[in-house]
């Protein structure tokens, strides 16, 4: 079902680049200062949580974006309003992110589920009774929206939101080689080789992973690193097992889906329509709003439409399952 909402930009970001770097590295929030978990894992691994609880009210899983981490702003923004609204919130922190190297030969990847799987599952247990939904975006996004369609009716969870999601991450991976969207994967692919390389330090691949300072494009790293580190042949293998398009017809969870035609990160072509995605998602695209931007408000006061969105999306699934349990 297609969707339509309230939301107006703010008139003097111009453009998706502004609400994209605007929304990225230049709004100030503040930490909630969420509390640290390492968890051990049965592969021998482990996962780093970032906790903010206020009891048994609703709570949040965060996914967030490539190498993204818990100062990232949609992560610090959507804590923000958990704990306004005295909600409970977790982020997942994907494998060799936040500057920490994982054990094992693997990091985190755009199909990889089997980590947000576990936390679901971890969560449930320590909030049994407690409304359990799931924010992704970005990658984190693809992340979500993959692992919803493999679970179908056993996901276990009242409802989840995407944000910018990249449906077809082959697509998604060309939209950043062209005109300005190039100084993104520019500052993407720094990330990923200065990543790797902190990982490789500590424990040598089992592949030759060959210069990583040549390494110029995603598509690049992701043929030379992703594909070989995670059991792919290839870049395109990668892409096409792991992008999340495929996988919505199959959800059967409540969820929102939010994009922007102007993302400068995708591809609007591959947005799937109404009767590409299941009859429990909403799809919701906006003309405006960059790349996981969405700012709105005035000069005075700039606010973001995302988190508000979320929640507001969220509460109403929540209300309409209270009232059929009522009945």
């Not at 978990?37 to 691994?45: A, H, K, R, V, W």
């Not at 690193?225 to 017809?249: D, N, R, V, W």
Request: proline fraction near 5%; include cysteine; charge should be positive.
């Amino acid at each position: 079902m297609e969707l339509k909402s309230s939301y107006r930009p703010i008139w003097w970001l111009l453009g998706p680049h502004a609400q994209t770097i605007w929304a990225s590295r230049i709004r100030k929030i503040p930490s909630q200062k969420p509390e640290k978990e390492q968890i051990e894992l049965n592969d021998g691994d482990f996962l780093n949580l970032y906790w903010l609880t206020e009891g048994s009210a609703p709570i949040v899983i965060i996914l967030h974006g490539l190498e993204g981490d818990s100062t990232s702003n949609n992560v610090k923004a959507m804590f923000g309003i958990i704990k306004r609204m005295r909600w409970n919130g977790v982020l997942l922190l994907n494998r060799n992110c936040g500057g920490i190297s994982n054990r094992l030969q693997r990091t985190y990847h755009a199909g990889e589920t089997s980590d947000l799987n576990l936390v679901v599952n971890l969560v449930k247990t320590r909030f049994p009774n407690s409304p359990l939904m799931v924010y992704g975006y970005s990658l984190g996004g693809n992340i979500l929206l993959k692992w919803l369609g493999e679970k179908g009716k056993s996901a276990g969870i009242e409802a989840a939101a995407a944000v910018s999601t990249p449906f077809d991450l082959a697509s998604s991976t060309a939209a950043l080689e062209k005109g300005f969207s190039r100084i993104y994967q520019r500052h993407f692919v720094n990330l990923l080789r200065e990543s790797a390389k902190r990982k490789f330090r500590d424990l040598p691949p089992l592949f030759n992973p060959g210069d990583l300072n040549q390494l110029k494009t995603l598509r690049e790293f992701d043929d030379k690193i992703t594909a070989p580190l995670h059991g792919f042949i290839s870049a395109e293998q990668y892409y096409s097992e792991s992008s999340c398009l495929k996988f919505l017809k199959n959800i059967q969870v409540p969820t929102l889906i939010m994009n922007s035609l102007d993302d400068p990160f995708l591809d609007k072509k591959t947005f799937p329509s109404s009767k590409e995605v299941s009859e429990m998602v909403e799809l919701e695209y906006h003309k405006k709003g960059g790349h996981a931007g969405f700012i709105c408000g005035n000069t005075w006061k700039q606010i973001g439409w995302i988190e508000p969105r979320i929640i507001e999306f969220f509460k109403k699934i929540i209300s309409r399952k209270s009232l059929i349990n009522l009945t």
